[in-house]
């Protein structure tokens, strides 16, 4: 498929990339393009371009340029929301399961063969008579075929002049299995009885009674679990798309010729009438036709209270209606309704997002062809001067092995290992390397207000009473009426008035009735009971006395909903219901700013409520009353003026804001959409929890950059001792295990993480 000419923005998915450096490759070959500006993201494994106007190209140019730098590319595929199929896998994400399969065969194979090689080399007690024969058998099918991933990738590259740290990997482990064939063949390292004598001496030596296949398997092991575990990781790059289509509902109750017809909700149309009943979500974005209710939009919105809907309202798709019966007209479908632009929205923010640049494969774009440079100038400068080829080939193939980087190939999974471990027991979950690098750097941190700095549910938050009137009187008379209605306002009251009661039932309303939009009335043991606006009050010729009104003022003032309860020809109490901020928030926000961070209140709700939530919390910074797409702007716009931002959200509508962020924290509790979209997952739910994933964050960052300094320094320290030709067998094998041994040690330190006290004194988790 070939896209018209003068498209400005253009998307593809690339494939074959490896490494970071792969990505880059592709970025630099496509910017060489007249009139192309292209950013490739090694992650999300996609390519966003812009293509100048006038310019000529067409998609079919792009593609052409990618593969000849030896990778393939094509327009992706529309997203599609998940079959049954889908779900039936255990991790619900279908055939894309079945791509890691390969991967995991081929690292489990490499595991059980090498254990054997390696303790074989490495422990003197466990080379019998011609062990070295039963390591080559076990050692030669993993450089064969586990190690082929990293041989064909540095095929590709070696075809295209480039070296990554898949060239280093096939070389070493090639350079080390084929000396080791030289030597078993050639040499006396395949006489019976032959060992690896326990020397750590300085000497030269010809190779010919050395074998290196321990390192050949080893190294391949170790790079294939770590491939792994990122395969898994960048599977899961869809997820949020995934989890925002599986918010729409499946199908709809279409009216065709005055009856009822359920149909996809894919198959609606622009003008179709649909019934949308209690409890329903909203198939798509349209007008209301008929009927009244409240429809809870938190989940896209981020407004707590639920709004009202009568004829001539606007709703929107995903949403859900919490009250009457509606009929409405469908005015958005398919790829322009709200739900379908969030979905946008996330996946250009996820592809936009600068992808980091793993830190073994920035050093190795110049340590790689340092290394191999190295080698060949150590074979030519041994055979110049006349020491003798075996001499020559010995040093030579030394420097590849000592380089080849089986501590690197520790060094970030490891440190996550134990980082997630241990992030896992304290309720929080860090999604790769990638998120790590910018926790450091991070000096503003925006909330969320619904389900994150609050519980996210309408709370009875305060009791209003007229002189004479009781609590529980007011509670019991308003509860019965309101237990009989679904409005989330009415659920509040009525929970409440059933914890105040201690367990005994409510009254059962006779004559029960719902007033649209106003609130609902009825008899309550005798008494004709009126529960819900003040024009509902004021239909019935009743007043609320200066006290209440002034109550009432004072609540509605700061964001609350005020609830007016009459009796017996009265007004005799004000309810208050709010979204309820969570008692750990504010102690939260001070951890937060202990860290250096300055925290910033973002909500779609109104600013009134914004800011009494704010002032409650200590946060200076408030910025009310935003949509979603209003929401990514807003975290761009604190990153244009030089800030590096840390969002924390739960609901649908903070998922593009989370992927935008430097760093997002997703709350357990919310949606997939928002987990899947942020960077850290915050399980429990608790705000003050988000402090200590930023910190393990940060120390597991460290960590890693320990990790990698000291694998690259045991490779460099040795790397002339190798080229000498001074470096025995031995002294290779001891180097490798030491700075293997010395970066899973160093990582292991990351189980002592402890969170911080809570205001109790006691630890957090």
């Known amino acids: 498929m070939t896209t018209a000419i003068g498209e400005q923005h253009i998307e593809l998915e690339i494939g074959g990339m490896t490494c970071a450096s792969c990505a880059a490759r592709v970025e630099k070959k496509l910017n060489r393009m007249e009139g192309v500006t292209a950013t490739v993201n090694y992650a999300t494994e996609k390519a966003k371009v812009e293509i100048a106007e006038g310019s000529g190209l067409a998609t079919a140019d792009l593609i052409a340029t990618v593969e000849k730098t030896g990778y393939s590319a094509a327009l992706p595929e529309p997203p599609a929301a998940p079959s049954a199929s889908d779900e039936d896998t255990p991790d619900g994400t279908g055939q894309e399961a079945d791509a890691l399969t390969p991967l995991r065969q081929r690292l489990i194979i490499s595991l059980v063969l090498s254990v054997p090689v390696v303790l074989m080399a490495m422990v003197p007690a466990l080379q019998f008579t011609n062990w070295q024969w039963l390591s080559l058998t076990l050692a030669a099918p993993v450089v064969a075929y586990g190690a082929w991933p990293f041989h064909r990738a540095a095929w590709t590259n070696l075809r295209h002049g480039a070296a990554t740290m898949d060239t280093l990997i096939s070389m070493g482990t090639l350079a080390a299995l084929g000396w080791s064939l030289w030597a078993l063949f050639f040499g006396t390292a395949g006489q019976p009885g032959m060992t690896h004598p326990f020397e750590l001496t300085i000497a030269r030596t010809d190779g010919s009674g050395s074998i290196y296949l321990e390192a050949a398997a080893g190294v391949t092991t170790f790079i294939l679990a770590g491939r792994y575990f990122e395969a898994r990781s960048k599977r899961k790059a869809g997820a949020a798309l995934r989890s925002l289509l599986e918010l ?304 009432k003022a004072a609540a509605e003032a700061a964001g609350s909903t005020a609830v007016t309860v009459a009796w017996d020809g009265a007004a005799r109490a004000v309810l208050v219901v709010s979204d309820a901020v969570k008692p750990t928030s504010a102690e939260a926000v001070r951890r937060l700013r202990a860290l250096g961070l300055t925290p910033v209140l973002l909500t779609g709700d109104n600013r009134a409520v914004a800011e009494a939530v704010a002032a409650e919390v200590g946060i200076d910074e408030v910025i009310a009353e935003v949509l979603p797409q209003d929401k990514v702007a807003v975290v761009e716009k604190l990153r244009a003026d030089g800030r590096s931002v840390a969002m924390v959200g739960d609901g649908v509508n903070d998922a593009a804001a989370l992927a935008t962020a430097d760093l997002g924290l997703a709350m357990g509790t919310g949606t997939d959409a928002a987990i899947e979209a942020g960077d850290l997952t915050l399980v429990r739910g608790d705000l003050r929890t988000a402090a200590d994933a930023i910190r393990l964050a940060r120390a597991t960052l460290g960590t890693i950059r320990t990790n990698l300094f000291w694998a690259f320094g045991y490779n460099v320290a040795a790397l002339p001792l190798a080229a000498a030709g001074l470096l025995n067998p031995m002294i290779a094998g001891a180097a490798m295990a030491f700075s293997s041994v010395f970066v899973v040690g160093n990582s292991l330190r990351l189980r002592r993480f402890r969170a911080l006290a809570d205001a109790h004194g006691g630890p957090a988790a």
């Open 248 to 551: 729409g509902a499946r199908d709809v109750a279409v009216l065709r010729g005055g009856r009822e017809v359920r149909i996809p909700t894919a198959q609606l149309t622009v003008g179709d009438h649909f019934v949308v009943r209690p409890g329903e979500k909203i198939a798509t974005d349209g007008r209301v036709l008929e009927g009244s209710s409240a429809v809870d939009a938190s989940m896209l919105t981020g407004e707590s209270v639920p709004v009202e809907v009568s004829p001539g309202d606007t709703v929107t798709g995903a949403t859900v209606n919490a009250g009457g019966r509606l009929v409405v007209e469908a005015t958005k479908v398919g790829a322009d309704t709200q739900l379908a632009r969030m979905a946008r929205l996330v996946e250009d923010a996820q592809n936009g997002k600068a992808a980091a640049q793993r830190l073994a494969d920035k050093i190795s774009a110049v340590f790689v062809p340092v290394v191999i440079a190295l080698a060949v100038g150590t074979l030519g400068f041994w055979l110049g001067s006349g020491a003798g080829a075996s001499a020559a080939f010995t040093a030579a193939v030394a420097v590849l092995i000592i380089a080849c980087p089986c501590a690197l190939g520790l060094a970030t999974p490891t440190a996550l290992m134990v980082g997630t471990g241990r992030g896992a027991q304290l309720g929080i979950l860090l999604k790769g390397p990638e998120v790590l690098e910018s926790t450091r750097a991070v000096d503003t941190i925006v909330l969320d207000k619904t389900g994150t700095v609050t519980t996210g549910v309408m709370t009875l938050t305060g009791v209003h009473l007229a002189d004479g009137v009781t609590r529980d009187e007011a509670l019991r008379l308003a509860g019965a009426l309101e237990h009989a209605s679904e409005h989330p306002i009415a659920r509040a009251i009525a929970t409440a008035a059933e914890e105040a009661g201690q367990g005994r039932p409510l009254p059962v309303p006779e004559d029960f009735a719902n007033v649209p939009g106003l609130g609902v009335q009825g008899v309550v043991d005798g008494r004709a009971v009126l529960v819900g606006r003040e024009r509902l009050l004021d239909d019935w010729s009743l007043r609320l006395p200066q006290e209440l009104a002034a109550a």
